[in-house]
T-cell receptor, first 114, second 115 residues
Framework: AQSVAQPEDQVNVAEGNPLTVKCTYS??????LFWYVQYPNRGLQFLLK??????LVKGSYGFEAEFNKSQTSFHLKKPSALVSDSALYFC????????????FGGGTRLMVKP | DTAVSQTPKYLVTQMGNDKSIKCEQN?????MYWYKQDSKKFLKIMFS???????INETVPNRFSPKSPDKAHLNLHINSLELGDSAVYFC??????????????FGEGSWLTVV
């Protein structure tokens, strides 16, 4: 079975500071890792994904994530947070052993204060 | 144009009623999904269809019946609604079933409240 843990329910950061949203995963075989963002009363928007190749993945809106196989982590980062980044962030994992099923973490609410 | 669109966005209904949520994607994708997000924001897959054929059914009660008339549409019908069915239901699609090199795109969600 595959699983995702997002250990922080909420992350608070001041505008302009770097942000990190943590994600660890458990899966058999090679993982496919995704980050999605959900704004209030909206659907999930794709941010970035890791399938294979370079461990550092760059995505939308200046976000990036680093795949760390030894730590089974895929933390989301941004060098300088914006107030408009405030939203709910979901990490998800899948692999071909589980077909096309994505398992989502519980979400982390990011609050960026001016 | 919205890539994955679902209707209605908001639905309030009484226990015991039957309701449907419709979903359409204009991305030309082969695979469509229904996900449920509960009040604690947990997201869980319910169903997945590939080219109109059911490929994932995650132990969802029989009261939930997906129907895919063609690969651009995946509707969700719910019979005998219960209070616990209150949630946000997300439709999604991807180009093909395999996750390799593939991205799942979500609709805006349908907020179902059962009273």
């Amino acid at each position: 079975a595959q699983s995702v843990a997002q250990p922080e329910d909420q992350v608070n950061v001041a505008e302009g500071n770097p942000l990190t949203v943590k994600c660890t995963y458990s899966v058999s075989g090679n993982p496919y890792l995704f980050w999605y963002v959900q704004y209030p009363n909206r659907g999930l928007q794709f941010l970035l994904k890791y399938i294979t190749g370079d461990n550092l993945v760059k995505g939308s809106y200046g976000f990036e994530a680093e795949f760390n196989k030894s730590q089974t982590s895929f933390h989301l980062k941004k060098p300088s947070a914006l107030v408009s980044d405030s939203a709910l962030y979901f990490c998800a994992v899948g692999n071909n052993n589980a077909g096309n099923m994505l398992t989502f973490g519980g979400g982390t609410r990011l609050m960026v204060k001016p | 144009d919205t890539a994955v669109s679902q209707t209605p966005k908001y639905l309030v209904t009484q226990m015991g009623n039957d309701k449907s949520i419709k979903c359409e994607q204009n991305l030309g994708h082969d695979t469509m999904y229904w996900y449920k997000q509960d009040s604690k924001k947990f997201l869980k897959i319910m169903f997945s269809y590939n080219n109109k054929e059911l490929i994932i059914n995650e132990t969802v009660p029989n009261r939930f019946s997906p129907k895919s008339p063609d690969k651009a549409h995946l509707n969700l019908h719910i019979n005998s609604l219960e209070l616990g069915d209150s949630a946000v239901y997300f439709c999604a699609s991807s180009q093909r079933a395999s996750l390799s090199g593939n991205t799942i795109y979500f609709g805006e969600g349908s907020w179902l409240t059962v009273v």
